[in-house]
C-alpha cells in the first residue's frame, strides 16, 4: 500500500486537562501502517492562564510530531482553517479538545484514507 500523510488537527480553548486526555487517548491509538502521522493543535485564543499548561502538555506528547499554534480569532471556523492552512499532509482529521479516540481509531483513519 502506498504511504500517505495524514495531520489531525486538534481544536483547543481553555481545555489544556482535555487536551491532555486526548493526546493521551492519540498515543494509544495503533497505526499499523507505514503512513506519516502529525499533529496540530491550535489554541483558539484561551486564556494566557492556560498557556504554560498547554505547552507542558504538548512537550510531554513524543507519539507523533506536532505543531503548537494560536489563533486569535475565536471560533472554530478560524481555528480549523489555521490548521488547515498549515498542513502539509494529504489527508487531515479533525478533533476537539473535548473528545477521546479508541485504540483503532488511528488504524480505522488511515485505511479508510488509503482506501
Request: with cysteine; charged share 20%.
Amino acid at each position: 500500500m502506498p504511504t500517505i500523510s495524514v495531520d489531525i488537527v486538534i481544536i483547543t480553548y481553555n481545555r489544556p486537562t482535555g487536551l491532555s486526555k486526548l493526546l493521551e487517548s492519540l498515543a494509544k491509538s495503533t497505526n499499523h501502517f507505514q503512513s506519516r502521522i502529525g499533529v496540530i493543535v491550535v489554541n483558539n485564543n484561551s486564556n494566557d492562564k492556560h498557556a504554560a499548561l498547554y505547552e507542558k502538555t504538548i512537550s510531554e506528547f513524543t507519539a507523533f510530531p506536532i505543531k503548537y499554534l494560536h489563533e486569535n480569532r475565536q471560533g472554530s471556523s478560524w481555528a480549523r482553517n489555521c490548521g488547515i492552512s498549515n498542513s502539509l499532509a494529504e489527508y487531515i482529521a479533525f478533533l476537539d479538545d473535548d473528545e477521546q479516540v479508541d485504540a483503532n481509531w488511528l488504524s480505522t483513519l488511515v485505511r479508510n484514507f488509503e482506501d
